[in-house]
Structures are given as C-alpha cells and as structure tokens.
C-alpha cells in the first residue's frame, strides 16, 4: 500500500537550492494510512510520518489534544529557527539591517486531535527579521505551544533537503548530480542533521531512517526508494536507490556507470534546455505555492521518497506498508554551457 503527501520547495539556496525551503499539502487520508499494534500500544504511518501511542495500564490520565492543551488560548503556528549549517540563505539584496532565520509554519492542524491529524504539514522558508525585532524562537512560544511542535516533529519522516553537484548552479549540458541532508527539527526548535541512533554519519548527511519507540515495542521507516523526476518532455526519472552516495570531488563530474573514472552514483540530470524554456518544456504538475513569483523561470523537480514502515515486539515484527512523500524543488537552469561533466572526445 502506497500514500502520497506533498512537500513543497522552492527556491534557489547555495546548497540546498532552496529560498522558500518546504511547503506541505495535504497528507494521505486515514484509510490510506498503515496501522498495526502489538499488545497495548498501536502504531501508524502514512505519507507524513510514523506516530506509536500505548495505553497506561495503571490508571494513567488521557492524553490531552491540541484544543485541551491550548485551554482556549490562540495557537501560534509558526516559529524561527538559526539558518542551519550547510544551508546559504537569499542575498541581502538592499542591504538592510538584519538577518534571515528558517521560518517554520504549522498549517492544516486539527486542534481535536493529539498531533495534528492526517492534513498537518510543516512550511518551511526563509524570513528576514530586521535588527531590533526579536524573531519568534522556539523557547519564546508557551509551554502549550512547544508541546504541540514536540508531539508533530517526533511523528514526521527526516526532511531530504536537495544539494546540486558539481556546482549548487545548474548548466546547460552539465552532468547535475543530487545528494540529500536529512534534517529534523530537534527540542530545541533547531534544525539538525537526522542520523541513525548509534552511528556516525562521516558525510555530515545524516540517515532516511526514524524509529520511536515504548519498552520493547519500536516503530520504525527508513527510505527505500528515491526517484527524481525533472518534469521535462523529453527527460526520464531516474532512481535513485534508497539514498544516493555522496559527490566525490575527486572522482571525474560523470557516471561512472558511463565513463570509468566517474562518480557512482546514478541520481543525476543533464539538461538540454536552460529554465527559460520551462512554459514549453514543462510536462503539466501541480506547481508549487509561490513558484510564479520566482525571479527567473525555473523546472519543476520532484524527489519521491518512498518509506518503509514496521512496528516491532520482540521477534514479531507487522507491516506497515510503503508510503510515499513527494518533495518539489525548484531548479534554475542556466544557459552558461557546463566546463566540467560533459563527455570527453
């Protein structure tokens, strides 16, 4: 069984090609969504992510939802966190006093439930927070109010946030090979590189894996498929296993399948055609919000991350299906014809 939510990003970063990073748009139904349990916990996953709730065997209160939790109060759905390390925010184009944070934004909550609902999606972007104003950080929101982002972050899947090889630019001509920094929104409300529990990831990427957990019962998803697709006449998807390695800069800027020598991974495009031709060029998919006021004429990427959920007890282990998140970047190409990665005569 397969689901399908969407995560949009758009934007041009250094490496992340990115300046409005994530959007969301509503995730997969509940009778889409994979559910198993195992004694007194029960476990679900679908296209946003992998949720476990027990029940107390020892009178234990009910878990309060977001409406309890607020009392009332008014919730606040966004907050700013530190621009992370690796990413390169917009330029500072008039020079004002300042600096940009990641703002991150809550929508399609269902206050009556506990974390959020099937529809919930987290928007990530860019804001500049002029000098003198004090941005809205996770430790300025109420108690209430970070309860509820700690209960959606440890539901939701690693974002994969994109980086283009060789050069963030995307060429003409030029083999562009995709690689992924998997991110999770910490307790701190700052984003981090997600790693898989008890490793150390040397490529500072980070893992496409989550498990949560209660005494012996785990549940878990880890990616097992990635495929790009450029949504260009023209162009296939390619797969791109269930993470692609790292660029190896000291490897040659082509496939190596093609050209010995050559870097191993196999998640790349060669474009014929820079973005200005991307009206004619474009096979029809929803855009994504904002991509009409993007400065430049852009393809539309989509990354399909497909996630493999289970839940354990013991030596029992249940299914919980393959679901699919889909991520939307944003990809400037360039006329300027690529100097690296073009086949050697």
Not at 43 to 57: E, P, W
Not at 80 to 87: A, K, N, T, W
Not at 150 to 167: D, E, L, M, N, V
Not at 239 to 245: E, F, K, L, V
């Given at each position: ?59 234990g ?18 907050m ?8 390169k925010?917009?330029?500072?184009q ?44 996770y ?42 920094r ?56 390619k ?7 790292v ?99």
């Open positions: 069984m397969r689901t399908r939510t969407w995560i949009q990003r758009i934007g041009l970063g250094v490496a992340l090609l990115a300046s409005s990073l994530v959007a969301g748009t509503p995730a997969a139904q509940a009778d889409q969504s994979g559910v198993g349990s195992s004694g007194s916990c029960s476990a679900v996953a679908n296209g946003s992510g992998i949720s476990m709730y027990c029940l107390a065997t020892d009178g209160a009910t878990v309060a939802t977001i409406a309890q939790l607020l009392g009332g109060a008014a919730f606040q759905p966004c700013h966190s530190r621009v992370p390390d690796g990413m925010p917009p330029v500072n008039d020079g004002a006093a300042g600096e940009y944070w990641v703002m991150s934004c809550l929508a399609g909550v269902d206050v009556d439930t506990i974390t959020g609902g099937e529809d919930v999606t987290v928007q990530l972007s860019f804001d500049f927070v002029e000098a003198g104003t004090e941005p809205l950080t430790g300025n929101l109420s108690e209430a109010e970070r309860r509820i982002w700690r209960r959606i972050q440890y539901s939701g899947y690693p974002i994969p946030f994109t980086a283009a090889r060789p050069s963030h630019v995307v060429r003409v001509n030029q083999y562009t090979f995709f690689q992924f998997w991110m999770m929104l910490q307790d701190n409300g700052e984003y981090e590189v997600h790693s898989r529990p008890g490793t150390t990831d040397g490529g500072g990427n980070g893992d496409p894996f989550i498990e949560i957990g209660a005494g012996e019962t785990q549940a878990r998803a880890e990616a097992s498929e990635i495929v790009i697709d450029a949504n260009v006449k023209g162009m296939q998807p797969d791109c296993g269930h993470d692609p390695p660029y190896d800069f000291e490897a040659d800027p082509l496939p190596g399948a093609q050209f010995p020598g050559g870097q191993e991974s196999e998640c790349y495009f060669q474009f014929d055609h820079s973005s200005a031709a991307a009206e004619e060029l474009s096979e029809e998919i929803p855009m994504p919000e904002g991509a009409e006021d993007y400065p430049v004429p852009v393809f539309i990427m989509t990354v399909t991350v497909t996630w493999s959920a289970e839940m354990q007890t013991g030596d029992d282990i249940e299914s919980l299906g393959d679901h699919d998140m889909v991520v939307q970047q944003a990809i400037p190409v360039t006329e300027i014809p690529g100097l690296v990665g073009n086949p050697r005569p």
